[in-house]
């Protein structure tokens, strides 16, 4: 049976929050019987843009994350409701808002923090992937249709289709200890959960200093090479999709007519090594 499927592209989010607003748009003094009770004007981000800044000026790259309701296939807040919260045959996990009621209890049932208490109507909300617009034929949320980036878009396929869309797209989901089996998938996640190691590599002569294009910089872990990459025209080098408070690293920089020059690095966080100079 086909089901719904939310995939977000990190690498595409520049944080516009049209997403967030077209949410608000769709919801608040928005009643949907059935599905949800009118979301608050203020408090409530039912997708959630999470930001990150990783590396050192002026090596430093920003990402961020929208951040959801998962919609898991094992929902730990399903099992905390007493049978106000089921996942329907599409996937999609929803919140009957007669049966919530009174249930506040149920916002720390959701390890993603995904869910949002309404005092003024006493119910735990959440996002409902817009299913009141789906039943009426809608192909994708509202929050799909706002991004202008591509950085949202939306599967209806089969387990076995989104199985194959994960292999060839690398898509991986939010914290995998979690064993809750999200319908929420992300492409380049590791812009936001793994580390970078950068620098910039130039020359000193006769007191010029110039940066060093196409200069040769691998990466190494105790003497197994790791990964190559080529300096810009600015000199600069970045390797990306380290994990973090993964220890030592040996830097090797090449180029025709220098000497090696050899970096070693220690990663906890994202480090830029600042210049290198070869003679």
């Not at 595409?12 to 928005?30: A, I, M, T, Y």
């Not at 049932?109 to 109507?121: K, L, S």
């Not at 906890?268 to 290198?276: A, E, F, K, L, R």
Request: hydrophobic residues 30%; proline residues 6%; aromatic residues 8%.
């Amino acid at each position: 049976m086909k089901k719904w499927h939310l995939i977000i592209d990190v690498e595409k989010c520049v944080d516009c929050n049209n997403c967030f607003l077209s949410c608000k748009d769709e919801h608040v003094d928005n009643d949907w019987p059935g599905y949800t009770r009118p979301q608050p004007r203020h408090g409530h981000r039912w997708i959630n843009i999470m930001r990150k800044e990783r590396g050192q000026y002026p090596l430093i790259d920003v990402a961020y994350r929208p951040t959801t309701c998962m919609h898991c296939e094992d929902a730990p807040c399903i099992k905390a409701s007493r049978g106000s919260i089921a996942k329907r045959p599409d996937g999609v996990v929803s919140i009957d808002p007669n049966k919530a009621k009174g249930q506040k209890e149920l916002v720390k049932a959701c390890p993603y923090q995904a869910i949002w208490w309404n005092e003024e109507h006493d119910v735990p909300q959440k996002c409902s992937f817009c299913a009141h617009l789906l039943d009426q034929g809608w192909k994708k949320p509202r929050c799909v249709q706002a991004c202008p980036t591509g950085a949202l878009k939306v599967e209806y396929v089969e387990d076995a289709e989104m199985s194959r869309i994960c292999q060839a797209d690398n898509l991986e989901v939010l914290q995998p200890e979690y064993n809750t089996r999200p319908s929420v998938y992300y492409k380049n996640l590791y812009r936001f959960t793994k580390c970078f190691i950068a620098g910039s590599v130039a020359v000193n002569s006769s007191g010029v200093v110039d940066c060093v294009e196409g200069a040769k910089v691998t990466l190494f872990r105790d003497e197994k090479k790791l990964s190559e990459v080529l300096t810009d025209n600015f000199g600069d080098f970045k390797i990306d999709n380290l994990p973090e408070n993964s220890g030592p690293y040996t830097i090797e920089i090449e180029m025709l007519g220098f000497e090696k020059a050899t970096a070693t690095v220690e990663i906890t966080t994202s480090q830029n090594i600042g210049t290198v100079y070869l003679g």
